[in-house]
Structure formats: structure tokens, C-alpha cells
């Protein structure tokens, strides 16, 4: 989808899912999530299918990861946008596990934030 996105085309679901090999009702899920959250357009009928709203260098990993599996951070304390406290954490401020679990979500999101779509999609073409 993201290689088509200068041309306009746009791409049916059933396409995706034969070409990579996964099942059509797990793949419109996956892109319902994505639509829902402005990254993917879509239109029904002739010449229908889902299309990027935005150039793929514009659509930062992270998002994907967040809207498709949830928090990036290992733990509920730790989470940027799914924040829980810990249920049997006595002193949140004094945890040694958080500390680490905050290196881990800090050095994952440096990542994730600093790669994008284009990225995914140029490691993806045969060189």
C-alpha cells in the first residue's frame, strides 16, 4: 500500500492478504484500526480499496505498533498512553523493575519514533 501511495491506487484487502499470506478477516481488522486512526482511507465499490491519507514518511512506527498491539513499554506503569499502576507495587517511585522497564520503553520508543513507513517500505524492495 505504501509503495502506491504517489500513484493513488488503491488496494483491496483480499489483495493484501494473498500476498503476504495471511487471513483476509485478520487483515481488515488490522485496517479498520488504521482507518479509524486516520492513517488509512477507504472506499467502497468499483475501484475501491484502502489508500495511505498520509505519505508513508509521515506515519512513524510507533503509531502502527500502538494502534495494532497495544503499549510499546513492557509495563502498565511505565506506559505513555495505556498508564496503570502497578496492583502490587508498594512504592512506585522506589521501583528498581520500573527504572529499567523506563530504559527499556525510552530506548524502544527512540527507535520506533526516528523510523516511519518509508523506512519499512525501502528495506522491503529487493535491492
Known sequence: MGKHYTSGRRILAKEIAE??????????AILLELRNAGIL???????GGYYLLKPPAEVPLSKIIRLTDGPISMLTCTSLFFYEPCADCAAEADCKIREVALAIRDST?????????????LQAEPT
Open 19 to 28: 500476498h503476504y499470506h495471511i487471513s483476509v478477516k485478520f487483515l481488515e
Open 41 to 47: 482511507g477507504s472506499r467502497k465499490g468499483k475501484g
Open 109 to 121: 520508543l527512540a527507535v520506533l519514533d526516528q523510523k516511519t513507513l518509508a523506512d519499512m517500505i
